[in-house]
Structures are given as C-alpha cells and as structure tokens.
T-cell receptor, first 115, second 114 residues
Framework: AQTVTQSQPEMSVQEAETVTLSCTYD???????LFWYKQPPSRQMILVIRQEAYKQQNATENRFSVNFQKAAKSFSLKISDSQLGDTAMYFC????????????FGTGTRLKVLA | GAGVSQSPRYKVAKRGQDVALRCDPISGHVSLFWYQQALGQGPEFLTY????????KSGLPSDRFFAERPEGSVSTLKIQRTQQEDSAVYLC????????????FGPGTRLLVL
C-alpha cells in the first residue's frame, strides 16, 4: 500500500520570503503522479503543481516549484516570494497510474504567511 | 464552465438520522470521486465512479455508506443511521477523460452528527 507523509504540521514564513514544505512517500510502483494541493480556509482544494514520476525535470508553476527525488521518495514544494494569499493548508498527494486513479493524501501542512 | 458544486454545504444531523449529500461534477467529466476529511486530517478515499459505474468502493467505512450516480452525472452519497464518528467534511472531485490525473474538487459538505 502507498503512504504519504508530511512531517511539518505547521509552518510560517515572512511575506516575500521563500519556504519549503516537505513530503515523503512510500510505494513499489515505478510510475505514478505526485501533486501539491492548496486548501484555503474556504476549503476548496486547488491544484498547485503536479509531477509525473517518469519525468526527471522538476515541475515549476510561477512561484511554485518542486524538488522531486525519486530514489529518496521525496517531493518537496518550494514557494518563492511568499504572498499573504498563500496562507492555507497544503496537501501532498500520490496517485498510481493503474487502477482507479484515487489519491492518497498526506496529513497536510498549515502554512501561514506573515505580513 | 462552472466548477464542482456540492450541497448542502453544512448539515447537522442527530445520531441515527439518514443524510444525503449531493455532488454536481464539472459538465462532461466522466470520473467522480468521494473523499472523507476528518478534522485536521487529509482526505481519505471513499468511492469512485466512471460514468454511472461504481468501479471502486473499497474506502466506504461501513455498509451504512452508499453512493450512486445513476445517470453518470450527479452523484449522491448517503449515510444511514449516522454516528458521531461520521462527522467530517465530505469532498467530491471529478476528472475529465483526457486528463484523468488531475482532480477538481468541490467545496465539500461539512457534516456534524450530534
């Protein structure tokens, strides 16, 4: 069975600074997807970034980038130039490419951006 | 187009009552997922539909939980004889056929069982 671990329950960062959220996972699958989702207080989950395991290049979306280390089974999210609107819960999720495409989520990291 | 919608947004039930939670996926999305999110936890998979077929219900915690999607669009999650441990946010997500990896989530239904 796959598991996803987020070891940082809460983090804070000053506005305009950079912060990195950690995620590790365990799987015996060779191909899969990894995701970071943001869940603001209104509770609608929004996709931040996704990574396909067979792609070695780290995904980047504007101020958001990942450090994907497949051998170490690590998938961290870096947020550059943090903004107040980045305050939210962040969930790391795993999806294998066979079967039902269900997500396995971590327990989340609550990020607070400080003015 | 419109995103995934869910209703009601909040539901308070007395222990033992039956509840029905509705999900309207994005138009044209063939796959639909239900997740349960307990307070302070990540969402946990409940069940999955492709069109009207329920292909995976391995996450349903008991036979009190039942989901349907009779016409391959709107889905209903029904919980019979609710218990306090059923209190959670229930999230619905849908995906399109050409991008099955990315799930689009609704705002959730917060269920409180007293």
């Amino acid at each position: 069975a796959q598991t996803v671990t987020q070891s940082q329950p809460e983090m804070s960062v000053q506005e305009a600074e950079t912060v990195t959220l950690s995620c590790t996972y365990d799987t015996s699958e060779s191909n899969y997807y990894l995701f970071w989702y943001k869940q603001p207080p209104s509770r609608q989950m929004i996709l931040v970034i996704r990574q396909e395991a067979y792609k070695q290049q780290n995904a980047t979306e504007n101020r958001f980038s990942v450090n994907f280390q497949k051998a170490a089974k690590s998938f961290s999210l870096k947020i550059s130039d943090s903004q107040l609107g980045d305050t939210a819960m962040y969930f790391c999720a795993f999806m294998k490419t066979s079967g039902t495409y269900k997500y396995i989520f971590g327990t989340g990291t609550r990020l607070k951006v400080l003015a | 187009g419109a995103g995934v919608s869910q209703s009601p947004r909040y539901k308070v039930a007395k222990r033992g009552q039956d509840v029905a939670l509705r999900c309207d996926p994005i138009s044209g999305h063939v796959s639909l997922f239900w997740y349960q999110q307990a307070l302070g936890q990540g969402p946990e998979f409940l069940t999955y539909f492709q069109n009207e077929a329920q292909l995976d219900k391995s996450g349903l915690p008991s036979d009190r939980f039942f989901a349907e999607r009779p016409e391959g669009s709107v889905s209903t999650l029904k919980i019979q004889r609710t218990q306090q441990e059923d209190s959670a946010v229930y999230l619905c997500a849908s995906t399109s056929m050409d991008n099955q990896e990315t799930q689009y989530f609704g705002p959730g239904t917060r269920l409180l069982v007293l």
